[in-house]
């Protein structure tokens, strides 16, 4: 029973809250003026792609999940027809596929730092490194 009037209190005050939370400097937000208007759609709006970088980050967790995804349904199925793991030619093949996508976190890891490290040295400028991308997709290339 003492907890409505308790919860009551607390709601009135946020209320309170929000209508002062929308004002700036006593003025409400509607009589604020100088406000950079933001193109939306159109020639203006400017869309950054997805770097080299975090393409290749994607495109390695990509392939880490799938080869060790599709190496856990084959132990299931080895499992449920009572094969072992060794009798599935398939099993041989993602287990082999394993030895190389264990390196995929150690490279992706490695991709962000790169950079990580090109962005802090060219200041906003490291979309243009061509060195980067090239390396990148490279090692991207050698490990599918």
């Not at 208007?37 to 997805?50: A, C």
């Not at 394993?98 to 730092?113: H, R, S, Y």
């Amino acid at each position: 029973m003492q907890v409505a009037p308790v919860l009551f209190a607390l709601m009135a005050a946020c209320v309170q809250g929000q209508q002062t939370f929308l004002q700036v400097g006593g003025e409400p937000m509607e009589a604020v003026t100088k406000v950079k208007q933001v193109p939306i759609v159109g020639s203006q709006f400017e869309v950054n792609g997805v770097t080299t970088s975090m393409k290749c980050v994607v495109s390695l967790t990509i392939q880490f999940m799938v080869v060790y995804t599709a190496l856990a349904i084959s132990r299931m199925l080895a499992d449920s027809w009572g094969m072992k793991y060794d009798n599935l030619p398939v099993q041989k093949i993602l287990q082999t596929a394993t030895l190389t996508v264990n390196f995929a976190p150690m490279l992706a890891i490695l991709f962000l730092a790169c950079r990580m490290r090109v962005t802090q040295l060219q200041r906003a400028r490291a979309t243009h490194q061509s060195g980067c991308r090239s390396a990148c997709t490279s090692v991207l290339t050698l490990c599918s």
